[in-house]
């Protein structure tokens, strides 16, 4: 049993900056990924970043650069810091966590337990 809970969702004008937190609850010792989606109004959901247990990341075209992706064992939370922020950005923003040996980093159908999603809105 695996239990996410994201925070640090906010209003914010084009450029600004944002960092979102994921606590993780619950045996999460065996995961392979621990990854940011996110969902627009009208649109699928889409990866954003990922990383696996020994730190290497993923990001997705639309963010590299100015997302980054960590996390700190000690405290069991992961973190997404969202710089340069476009109003393209506003979604609900997703943590979730994949147990999948071998799991595409990105894939969501690869993700077994999710949160319950933060709210991020970009004014231009």
């Known amino acids: 049993q695996v239990q996410l809970v994201e925070s640090g969702g906010d209003s914010v004008q084009a450029g600004g900056s944002l960092r979102l937190s994921c606590v993780a609850y619950?045996?999460?010792?065996?995961?392979?990924?621990m990854g940011w989606f996110r969902r627009a109004p009208g649109k699928e959901r889409e990866g954003v970043a990922a990383?696996?247990?020994?730190?290497?990341?993923s990001y997705a075209d639309s963010v590299k650069g100015r997302f980054t992706i960590s996390q700190d064992h000690s405290k069991n939370t992961l973190y997404l810091q969202m710089n340069s922020l476009k109003p393209e950005d506003t979604a609900m923003y997703y943590c979730?966590?994949?147990?999948?040996?071998?799991?595409?980093?990105?894939?969501?159908?690869?993700?077994?337990?999710w949160g319950q999603g933060t709210q991020v809105t970009v004014s231009s």
């Open positions: 990383i696996d247990s020994g730190g290497r990341t």
């Open positions: 619950g045996d999460w010792y065996f995961r392979t990924y």
């Open positions: 979730a966590a994949s147990f999948v040996v071998g799991a595409t980093n990105l894939a969501e159908a690869e993700y077994r337990y």
